[in-house]
């Protein structure tokens, strides 16, 4: 199909179907914030709004934390790998508007 083939998102069509035609709220289904990922070595995630696309599109500063860190199941098998994640935060809302490993 030409859709979203992920069960959260199939799952959120169908509650917006079900308010729609049966509990008279007519509802559309939101695909602002359907997460990615891409199953390689390292994996690649994201969720939300780029740090570019933030800055652009929202009011204020925004807040970027950055981690670096070797995942747990690394640290036991004496893997090398460490993991780079980054959230970005609306500083005046407080609100998480983006995710990115």
């Known amino acids: 199909t030409d ?19 049966f509990g ?17 070595q390292p994996p690649l995630a994201s969720v939300g709004l780029s740090e570019e696309q933030a ?16 995942p747990m199941k690394y640290t036991i ?6 993991t780079l994640m980054k959230l970005l935060v609306h500083h005046e809302s407080d609100r998480v508007v983006g995710c990115h490993m």
């Open 77 to 82: 098998s004496g893997r090398d790998e460490r």
């Open 55 to 70: 800055i652009h599109e929202l009011s204020g500063p925004i807040d970027v934390y950055v981690s670096k860190f070797k």
């Open 3 to 21: 859709r979203i083939n992920l069960t959260p998102v199939a799952l959120m069509e169908s509650m917006a179907f079900a308010k729609t035609a």
């Open 24 to 40: 008279g709220q007519p509802t559309k289904p939101d695909y602002q914030n359907v997460a990615s990922a891409v199953f390689c």
